[in-house]
């Protein structure tokens, strides 16, 4: 079985520009969990979804960050527009209920210029 | 606010040798406890699990224990290899507030030859 996808990998972009972030969770998870986490800390958790709904969105930086799932299954985190702090690593996670175990995705690593 | 602080922040050891990672933890009133690891570049891998009815789990050469009431818990390794070597982070779930994991920094763990 697949696990967590996320895409892309890496991305690079300038201070100011628009980025993406899309994730497919494990089949019949219904929590999905983006995480950021920058370098040498443990991740952050940024929003949690419990199906389509947005149960837990307090860390999120509303005034350029917001996210989506919209059917439920996949997700995507955008940043509009990106600061240099916003360089960090970007995962995503799910589990079928929202008390189990986490399955976590590679990762995006993203570098502001 | 729960923090989770893990200690050593690095360790060394030789292949063969067994060891200790350690963890502790702010507020007692936890849901669950989460050793996983870490390699470079990548997403995270759980690795056991333990509720927090539960006193220790094992899974091969890994058990981790739970002291809720102290706040601590630790990942002993047995037989360490170099295979072994990643980042083993912590984490423990509050479902008060809503069901957030809380991470610690991890401990960089590197088994030698």
């Known amino acids: 079985e697949a696990g967590v996808v996320q895409s892309p990998r890496y991305k690079i972009i300038e201070k100011k520009q628009p980025v993406a972030f899309w994730c497919n969770p494990i089949s019949g998870h219904n929590t999905l969990y983006w995480y950021l986490q920058n370098l040498g800390q443990g991740p952050e958790l940024l929003i949690r979804y419990e199906n389509e709904e947005a149960v837990d969105d307090s860390q999120l930086p509303k005034d350029r960050f917001s996210a989506e799932r919209l059917k439920g299954v996949d997700s995507t985190l955008k940043i509009q527009p990106a600061e240099l702090g916003d360089s960090a690593v970007y995962l995503c996670a799910s589990s079928q209920g929202p008390a189990d175990t986490q399955y976590f995705g590679p990762g995006t690593r993203l570098t502001v210029l | 606010k729960q923090e989770v602080t893990q200690i050593p922040a690095a360790l060394s050891v030789p292949e063969g040798e067994n060891l200790v990672l350690n963890c502790s933890f702010t507020?007692?009133?936890?849901?669950?406890l989460q050793w996983f690891r870490q390699d470079p570049g990548k997403g995270l891998t759980s690795l056991l699990l333990?509720?927090?009815?539960?006193r220790e789990q094992t899974s091969g050469r890994l058990n981790a224990s739970l002291d809720k009431s102290s706040g601590r818990s630790t990942l002993y390794i047995a037989a360490s290899q170099p295979g072994d070597s990643a980042t083993y982070l912590c984490a423990v779930l509050v479902t008060g507030g809503g069901n957030k994991l809380t991470f610690g920094t991890g401990t960089q763990l590197k088994v030698e030859l």
């Open positions: 333990i509720q927090s009815s539960q």
């Open positions: 507020d007692s009133a936890i849901y669950n």
